[in-house]
């Protein structure tokens, strides 16, 4: 995983007719989205703004999605759609223990360890503590938290075993999303002498996860 941030993600172009047209036009629009809450935050992310990014007209915004809360839905579906596809597709490698957590990193990282991660925190942080957030946005948001959690509880399984308990496995995901995220933040907001971690400090993290006698209990 590199250390430089990318601001967007390559999608395959879709031009078959209106439908496809459609398509392009909201998948221009949620890319456009993503790009402005990386770039100016969550609260200057307007739909004006968005759409402006898009080179699209309001009305257009308006007509893919409607409302501001709808489009900024329709950028965690995209993205919790990108981290199921490839979470649910994917399988812990390695003989030895400290293999097999680098490969579970290796995978949870091409979504935690990227800086649409924290796009993603951004939006849900907003609407949950919202008050005018619909309480469909809120459900919603909560369904694709479990579906996540439920991928990634096999993939844990695969590293530790399925004999694991529950608060090993949570304390193993939780360090290792924490350390993915750290990472980001301080590539986000550097601070002098403290940089986002190397590759050297993520082997070092890593090994003493799957040290010898070390058990993921809090």
Request: cysteine-free; hydrophobic content about 40%; overall charge neutral.
């Amino acid at each position: 995983m590199s250390d430089t941030p990318s601001a967007t993600r390559k999608r395959p172009r879709r031009r078959r007719g209106n439908g496809g047209a459609e398509a392009d036009g909201r998948a221009q629009i949620i890319e456009a989205g993503i790009a402005s809450i990386l770039e100016v935050g969550f609260y200057r992310s307007s739909t004006n703004e968005i759409a402006r990014r898009a080179n699209v007209s309001w009305g257009a915004l308006q007509y893919h999605f409607g409302t501001r809360e709808a489009l900024l839905l329709a950028i965690v579906r995209d993205l919790d759609r990108s981290f199921l596809e490839d979470i649910n597709a994917a399988h812990v490698e390695g003989e030895t223990r400290e293999e097999r957590i680098a490969s579970l990193y290796e995978i949870l990282g091409r979504f935690y360890d990227t800086p649409t991660f924290l796009v993603r925190v951004q939006i849900i942080l907003n609407l949950r503590h919202d008050p005018e957030t619909s309480a469909e946005v809120s459900a919603e948001v909560t369904q694709h938290a479990a579906r996540a959690e439920a991928s990634t509880r096999r993939l844990l399984a695969e590293a530790i075993g399925p004999d694991a308990s529950q608060s090993e496995y949570d304390a193993l995901f939780h360090a290792l999303r924490g350390f993915a995220l750290s990472r980001q933040l301080s590539l986000a907001v550097p601070v002098k002498r403290s940089g986002a971690a190397s590759r050297d400090a993520l082997q070092v993290f890593l090994r003493q996860l799957a040290s010898d006698g070390t058990r993921f209990e809090p």
